[in-house]
């Protein structure tokens, strides 16, 4: 690892998931907690809470090799940051969703008072073989704001979602000052290579003017710096084994007895419009329609647990998916039998990948995602003698890794009824061999392999 292995890795990200028993961390929080237990070091971010006055002090407490330092935030700065210009600006604007799109300056200028104020309680606790480590678009202008301040130690960013192309990013109007924001970092690093060559065409239009050298460095902005791809990974061996030790639990088994000899197809996903889930309400509702022997033998099971709650498109989205479930378990369903089960709440992990590795089909189909973790947690949790299969969306990071997958344009409807017969009917040969090479695709990409070589970009010069 060179010079990494003697650096104190100091990992910052909006909200810090302090482990707590019987809660399972998002995507983010598995990869920023599986980086540092591996290297040891900081994890710094919101403590989850917000004052009316003059946040506190900075509070810190130790798991093993992490220190976990957080800071509360003041609570009008917190919503015009976090709910205004990050989840109604930003989140549509990378997912290449316009059409829930707002923008106000308002909230943007408390989307940058609260990065310097991230830079600020983060300085004193720096030293000076740290490396930084800033994730996702909530920060993109903590590295500007800590380089303002003084600090020379080596930051890295990572975009956990993806990156538009430029006709989508310039309805943003500070696009400008988000682009001079990433050139201050010495890594930027995306999750697949379709991310980059957006911000590579971004960065290297007429009007910002930068240059992409033969060794995929970027220069804008006055500043040189790299640009790569880091596809983030799972630990495969863990889910493996979280899969089998829970597979006999008591709530496997009656999940089991429920099913009876119906093959189950799994959905997981936070409630968000990104996710597609209206959509693959309806794809499976047409293979009901254009496959009726699939009726009375199959049972779709989305689990879906609110998230960014009071944020009005996102109660929205909730209502529209009870609808759309009732009607078609209205329109299908049978004295013994009801076509969706749709559970609104979070589950622990290790019931997760217990469900998965009892699943025949796994609907994974997002709109656009950066990556997502549910299509590969989901491969890795099934059994390698019966494997299910995955039905996975062309828009999302994972398809272009699990190239095995059965792949859909979830925008497609008779395209997902399609995909899925497919999966269900796939026999047991074919099964095996694309487990067997998507299995193989994930242990050499896994989350190992994601830390280890964005830190090494980040140690080199
Ligand atoms: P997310 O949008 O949160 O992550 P994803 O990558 O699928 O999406 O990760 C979700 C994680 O949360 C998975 O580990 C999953 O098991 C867990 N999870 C999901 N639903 C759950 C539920 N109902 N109960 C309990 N746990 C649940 C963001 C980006 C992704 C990117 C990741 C990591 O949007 O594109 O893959 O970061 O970079």
């Not at 710094?44 to 093993?64: L, M």
């Not at 919503?79 to 316009?98: C, Q, R, T």
């Not at 990948?353 to 656009?368: C, Y």
Request: aromatic share 10%; with cysteine; charged share 25%.
């Amino acid at each position: 690892m060179g010079g990494s292995a003697v650096s104190r890795l100091i990992a910052i990200s909006n909200r810090v998931a302090v482990p707590k028993a019987g809660k399972s961390a998002g995507g983010l929080a598995v990869g920023v907690l599986s980086a540092l237990a591996e290297h040891g070091g900081i994890w710094f971010g919101w403590s989850g809470k917000t004052t009316e006055t003059e946040p506190s002090e900075t509070k810190r407490s130790r798991s093993g090799k992490i220190e976990f330092v957080t800071i509360d935030l003041n609570a009008d700065d917190f919503e015009a940051y976090y709910n205004g210009f990050s989840n109604n600006s930003l989140w549509p604007l990378l997912h290449f969703m316009l059409g829930y799109f707002s923008f106000r300056r308002s909230q943007y200028a408390a989307y940058c008072r609260v990065n310097e104020f991230f830079a600020r309680r983060l300085i004193p606790i720096l030293e000076p073989d740290d490396l930084i480590w800033v994730h996702d678009y909530h920060l993109f202008p903590l590295g500007a704001s800590l380089r303002q301040a003084g600090v020379v130690q080596p930051i890295g960013f990572f975009l956990h979602v993806p990156f538009p192309n430029f006709d989508v990013l310039r309805a943003l109007p500070c696009y400008t000052q988000i682009l001079n924001a990433l050139a201050a970092y010495n890594v930027v690093g995306f999750q697949t290579d379709r991310d980059l060559w957006s911000f590579q065409d971004c960065m290297t239009q007429p009007e910002i003017g930068g240059r992409l050298h033969d060794d995929g460095r970027i220069t804008a902005f006055g500043r040189t710096f790299k640009a790569e791809v880091f596809p983030i990974g799972i630990d495969v061996e863990e889910c493996q084994r979280v899969a089998v030790e829970n597979f006999e639990n008591e709530e496997l088994m009656r999940l089991g007895a429920s099913l009876e000899n119906r093959k189950l197809i799994i959905g997981v996903d936070r409630l968000d419009y990104s996710k597609g889930l209206e959509l693959r309400f309806r794809g499976f509702e047409t293979l009901l329609e254009s496959y009726p022997a699939t009726r009375g033998c199959v049972t779709f099971m989305q689990i879906a647990p609110p998230t960014r709650a009071g944020v009005r498109t996102y109660d929205q989205i909730r209502g529209e998916l009870e609808k759309a479930a009732g009607n078609i378990n209205g329109r299908f369903a049978q004295i013994d039998w009801m076509p969706i089960r749709y559970l609104n709440r979070g589950y622990s992990r290790e019931l997760l990948m217990a469900i998965f590795r009892r699943a025949a089909v796994g609907l994974v189909t997002p709109i656009r995602d950066g990556m997502n973790l549910v299509a590969k947690e989901y491969v890795a949790s099934q059994d390698p003698k019966d494997p299910g299969v995955p039905v996975l969306s062309t828009l999302c990071g994972a398809a272009r890794e699990l190239t095995d997958a059965v792949l859909v344009n979830p925008f497609d409807r008779q395209g997902v009824a399609d995909g899925l017969q497919k999966a269900i009917e796939m026999p047991l040969h074919e099964r095996r061999a694309i487990h067997a090479s998507m299995i193989a695709t994930l242990r050499k990409n896994d989350i190992h392999a994601w830390t280890r070589r964005f830190i090494e970009s980040l140690s080199t010069p």
